[in-house]
């Protein structure tokens, strides 16, 4: 191994290394996988010169510690995090140079869930499927961070952005969610489907990579019984037998025996990936379905209104 890599020191709560995912493969029964939050993980590749498809650490909640073999650029965005070089803060949501061996600490969120670490030259474990992703539910791509592990790095072939902090949407106080209805909301009642589109949630402390659960008004069915397996899509609402709506995320299934009441807009995906537990959450009926979002991290919009630029 050559000296271009990052030593885990303090691999934290959850971290796994993350890209685009693996799409296309649903019909082998593989999950797309990929990073959350799809536009913070653009940026911070934006800031260290990186294609906007290199792998990033993806952190969750408290962040992680590490230890490059050799000089290189970082950047932290995502959830607003303290950030801290050799125990002196340095700036989150900027390019920082890292020199050999010294030890970059991604602390814990100020408030959303998800910290991303992008390095010059990426990631650059063996990709599987055309992808560097870890895929906890299929148990693909490189297995979750841990204490003492050695991540590569690729050769960096872009400058880093000059800036002294990028602005990123803040993680959502309320996280409101555009639904499509269908395919399978004649399994309910009209009541049931008012209640979807109207009533309050809560983001539950069981959501995880695989889905977004929430708590609140149960969703009664009009039909009884299980459907035959299906595929499902990135944003699917799936309804199990207790009613709670559970959005489907990146290491979601591939099929399910439970209905599917409606599928979230793409473009607000990246803001149920930040919502810790317990934050309110809403499904709005939209009749149609927003394309999703492609080309680089410049998001200027927040996901509840303009957020001013955070640097914890």
Same mark, same amino acid.
């Given at each position: 191994?050559?000296?271009?890599?990052?030593?885990?020191?303090?691999? *934290?709560?959850?971290?796994?290394?993350?890209?685009?995912?693996?799409?296309?493969?649903?019909?082998?029964?593989?999950?797309?996988?990929?990073?959350?939050?799809?536009?913070?993980?653009?940026?911070?590749?934006?800031?260290?010169?990186?294609?906007?498809?290199?792998?990033?650490?993806?952190?969750?909640?408290?962040?992680?510690?590490?230890?490059?073999?050799?000089? $290189?650029?970082?950047?932290?965005?995502?959830?607003?995090?303290?950030?801290?070089?050799?125990?002196?803060?340095?700036?989150?949501?900027?390019?920082?140079?890292?020199?050999? *061996?010294?030890?970059?600490? $991604?602390?814990?969120?100020?408030?959303? $869930?998800?910290?991303?670490?992008?390095?010059?030259?990426?990631?650059?474990?063996?990709?599987?499927?055309?992808?560097?992703?870890?895929?906890?539910? +299929?148990?693909? *791509?490189?297995?979750?961070?841990?204490? *003492?592990?050695?991540?590569?790095?690729?050769?960096?072939?872009?400058?880093?952005?000059? $800036?002294?902090?990028?602005?990123?949407?803040?993680?959502?106080? /309320?996280?409101?969610?555009?639904?499509?209805?269908?395919?399978?909301?004649?399994?309910?009642?009209?009541?049931?489907?008012?209640?979807?589109?109207?009533?309050?949630?809560?983001?539950?402390?069981?959501?995880?990579?695989?889905?977004?659960?929430? /708590?609140?008004?149960?969703?009664?069915?009009?039909?009884?019984?299980?459907?035959?397996?299906?595929?499902?899509?990135?944003?699917?609402?799936?309804?199990?037998?207790?009613?709670?709506?559970?959005?489907?995320?990146?290491?979601?299934?591939?099929?399910?025996?439970?209905?599917?009441?409606?599928?979230?807009?793409?473009?607000?995906?990246?803001?149920?990936?930040?919502?810790?537990?317990?934050?309110?959450?809403?499904?709005?009926?939209?009749? +149609?379905?927003?394309?999703?979002?492609?080309?680089?991290?410049?998001?200027?919009?927040?996901?509840?209104?303009?957020?001013?630029?955070?640097?914890?």
């Amino acid at each position: 191994m050559t000296d271009r890599a990052l030593v885990v020191v303090r691999a *934290g709560a959850l971290t796994t290394v993350q890209d685009r995912g693996r799409p296309g493969y649903a019909h082998l029964g593989v999950p797309r996988s990929g990073a959350l939050d799809g536009p913070a993980t653009r940026l911070v590749n934006r800031l260290v010169g990186n294609p906007l498809e290199a792998a990033v650490l993806e952190t969750t909640v408290n962040g992680c510690a590490v230890r490059p073999r050799s000089s $290189v650029t970082v950047a932290v965005g995502g959830a607003p995090c303290p950030v801290t070089l050799d125990g002196r803060p340095v700036a989150w949501g900027a390019p920082v140079r890292v020199p050999s *061996g010294a030890l970059l600490d $991604v602390g814990t969120v100020v408030s959303g $869930v998800r910290s991303y670490v992008a390095v010059s030259g990426g990631i650059a474990v063996d990709p599987v499927l055309g992808s560097r992703s870890t895929d906890l539910l +299929s148990g693909l *791509g490189p297995a979750r961070l841990a204490d *003492g592990m050695v991540l590569p790095l690729g050769t960096p072939d872009g400058t880093h952005a000059r $800036v002294d902090v990028a602005p990123q949407p803040a993680p959502p106080t /309320e996280l409101v969610l555009r639904v499509t209805l269908g395919p399978r909301d004649d399994w309910f009642t009209p009541e049931a489907v008012r209640t979807f589109t109207s009533g309050t949630y809560r983001v539950s402390s069981a959501s995880n990579r695989i889905g977004l659960r929430t /708590e609140g008004p149960a969703l009664e069915r009009a039909l009884p019984g299980e459907l035959p397996s299906e595929g499902m899509v990135l944003g699917a609402v799936q309804v199990p037998p207790e009613g709670g709506p559970v959005v489907f995320l990146a290491d979601h299934p591939t099929t399910g025996g439970y209905p599917v009441i409606g599928v979230v807009c793409a473009q607000d995906l990246a803001a149920a990936a930040q919502a810790p537990p317990g934050t309110p959450a809403r499904f709005v009926r939209t009749r +149609s379905r927003l394309r999703p979002e492609r080309g680089a991290g410049n998001r200027a919009t927040s996901r509840n209104g303009p957020a001013p630029a955070h640097r914890p």
